[in-house]
């Protein structure tokens, strides 16, 4: 009886803890906080688990250069904001995140040695709470695959393929002054 009387205390204790750290902001909610105690081992336990259960898939096409060039053009137009391409400025937007997006064209940070199913898997169905998006809505599974393949291929890329993952050349002449369009708000503010 005394030793369930302590058990149920414990438990009530750990629960109530656990609350507190939450209902009274201290667990981190800005991105620039430091993570969660166990907070990255644990979520990367539960992807890894979740992915080697259902991403066992061989993709069904080949990585041949069409194949690559339509997946570059996928990743220029839905990917690159967050995670780089091949001689590029890291975007401000990538380096606000928590957890930071990886610049998938950087040496250290590709995904070349991950099974293209894992990546497939990643892709489709997206990393809740990172930013990462699901994109298996918007984007056909051939699609998928060929960015995946791309991916898996990000250190041997064809130079025709790697030319489609340049940005298009009207927007890399654009200078842009940051501190015009808050400018021009404030003006249009006094106006009204
Ligand atoms: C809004 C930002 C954003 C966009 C757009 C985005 N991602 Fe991500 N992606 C992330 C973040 C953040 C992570 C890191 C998640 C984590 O740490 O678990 C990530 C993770 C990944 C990973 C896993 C990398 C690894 O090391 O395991 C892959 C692969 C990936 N993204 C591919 C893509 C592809 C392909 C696209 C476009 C179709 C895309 N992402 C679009 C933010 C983004």
Known sequence: MKFLFGLILGLLITAAVGYGYFRFGYAPVATSS?????????AKLALRAHIQKEATKAPPISANEFNLTQGAAVYAQNCAFCHGAPGQKTTMAAKGMFPLPPQLFAKE??????????????????IRMTGMPGFAEMLTPTQIWQVSLLLANADKL??????????????????????????????KKKKN
């Open 34 to 42: 430091a993570p969660m105690p166990f907070e990255k081992t644990l």
């Open 158 to 187: 064809p130079v025709q393929v790697q030319s489609a993952l340049a940005p298009p050349a009207q927007l890399q002449n654009v200078k842009t002054d940051l501190k015009q369009p808050v400018a021009d708000q404030q003006q």
């Open 109 to 126: 940070e590709m995904v070349t040695d991950d099974p293209v199913g894992a990546t497939y898997w990643k892709v489709s169905n997206g």
